[in-house]
């Protein structure tokens, strides 16, 4: 289903103080497998109110921020995946300015990083590393992982619905058997079809980097649309005019999707790549729309 929305308009600093952190280590002596017992235990991080890092792995960028609204949350536990076309210069903190308005609505917002390719990333290592720390959730005092919705950018959008498919996964694959399920996952101008991406050579061969060499082995469980159906919603938001992930990355998946008999909602208005990442864009508050009827 596409919905085309017409807009007529044009469209503090965290404190570096030490307290104390939840710090969750897999039970394993690798930190790659995503299939290893998470065990939390404390450790430190900025004491900023009503916000935790969690370190799921072994490395720096094994981390997520849990923020907590001030009330009583009372709505989904929302995990953001920023985007990048999965390389190392870009990090969590694209998604920060997003984080407020979850907060607002009563959602624990969850702001997940994980290793790029650059940094150690990619194949298998990018796709483990958000599965281990979606699953590390089921470890942390106080976050409900029975309503679970992934929201990512970009790069971002194609691991928040991978993350939903992980139970559509052969055994023996990088985030197989999860042990936390989406319930749903929305996509800002994800790329989630991975042979369009390919053959179209988004960001300067950004596909073929995170797979370290396209392969139709590791296409068959990395590029979402492989893992169809999904038994999954999944919402995607995209602005007209991006020029940096097509609109047809999108519909393509809806196309794709509903053949598959999965429930698919594309939602597009004037705006381009960022404008979905703009707290202060319609887009933004579609996605904000979209979180709230989840699951």
Known sequence: MVLAALVLSACAVPSDTVEGRLHAVPATDNPDDPNAEVKPMRSDTRAEAGVETVSYGNNLDTVMDVHRPSVAASGATVVLVHGGYWREQYRRDLMEPLIPSLLADGHIVVNLEYRRVGGGGGWPTTFSDVAMGVDALATVPGV??????????????????WLAARHRLPADSPGADPRVRPCHAVSQAGVLVFDDAIEANLGDGAVGELLDGVTEAKLAVADPVRLLPLDVGVTLVHGERDDTVPLAQSSRWVELATDAGDDATLVVRPGGHFDVIDPDSPLWHDVLDAVRTAC
Do not use: E, F, I, P
């Open 144 to 161: 409900d992982t029975s309503r679970v919705v992934t929201v990512g950018h970009s790069a971002g959008g194609h691991l928040a619905v």
